[in-house]
């Protein structure tokens, strides 16, 4: 099969691309240069914001499916869709868990959130999406956009998978991701903790707010693994998909099994919000949690993590080893001591 990437570059991108090589298939990856592409991998130089100018080249290539890995906007689903209607057996986009309402709900964007009512979960790929779009500030989306280069303006998923989905010609696959760690992570998720047991702190401090939080994650090569699958399966036409680990842990319990991983020895202390240090505490309702099911994609296309979760935290905790989080901010040390002691 030939496939066209668009934007497979990055975090997750080069995943699905050793995914795909080793399945056989003949990839060119469009992207703006800023790096190499894969060995092996055809090339195609291009902004991701002006599709159409780069026509030519992509059609010459001739793939069979489309992966966008980088979609931000209903404006970009439309020009993907009008420029391979005819031209592709499918386009599969890269999506979000932060469609879904319960997000909304816990980021205070929809408009009774402060009062509810909470979003049933686990959810599925019927569960209930944001009523209100482009919930983001200029602000978030400038932090987004540090982090995730291809984050535009008129960010929002929501849009771009309605595009997608029901265009009548040219049929898609939505695959809505969680939040993905790994080797190469831009967030860090698991740094905060293993920096704080490589720097030999004996007790880490959750809030209770947040200890017991769940949310849908996923390990990156398995993830990668999921979106190889969708795009090779036609079985996968006209579906919607979430991704995830099937089981969700709190962030309390993600941390002992970094704890664990690390052989630590010490001391996690669950604190008040009122006792614990501001640095710690994050914004939002978090009586909503975002744990998300995966039955759908393991019933019909029979996907499996080909990487057990033992070996994707250790992967995790080695990588993070060897590139740590350097926001003083997150690291107050003394704050975090004064709490313990009070």
Sequence with gaps: MRILLIGGNGFIGRFVV?????????????????????????QILGDRDRL?????????????????LVI??????????TLFRGKVRRVIMLSSIDVYRAIGVTQGTELDSEIGPLQEVPLTEESELRRSLHPYTPEQLKMMRNLFSWVTDDYDKIP????????????????????????????????????????GRRQI????????????????????AAVALAATDDRASRRIYNICEERSFSELEWARKIAHEM???GEFVVLPVERTPPHLLRPGNTAQHWTATSARIRQELGYEEPVEIEEAIRRT????????????????????DAAVVD
């Design 18 to 42: 050793t995914a795909l090589q080793q399945q056989g298939h003949s990839l060119a990856l469009f992207h703006r240069g800023t790096s190499a592409a894969p060995t092996g991998v055809e």
């Design 263 to 265: 052989q630590w020895g």
């Design 160 to 199: 771009a998978e309605r595009l997608v989905m029901n265009d009548p010609e040219l049929p898609g696959t939505v695959l809505r991701l969680p939040m993905v760690y790994g080797p190469g992570d831009p967030l860090h998720r698991f740094g905060p903790v293993v920096k704080r047991i490589v720097d």
């Design 72 to 81: 931000s906007s209903g404006s970009q689903a439309e020009e993907l869709m």
């Design 52 to 68: 159409s100018v780069s026509a030519a080249e992509l059609k010459r290539f001739a793939p069979d499916v489309v992966i966008d």
């Design 205 to 224: 401090i959750f809030p209770e707010t947040l200890a017991g939080w769940c949310s849908a994650r996923g390990y990156v090569e398995n993830v990668a």
């Design 317 to 336: 905790i080695r990588w993070e080893t060897e590139n740590p989080l350097a926001s003083v901010g997150q690291f107050n040390y003394a704050a975090e």
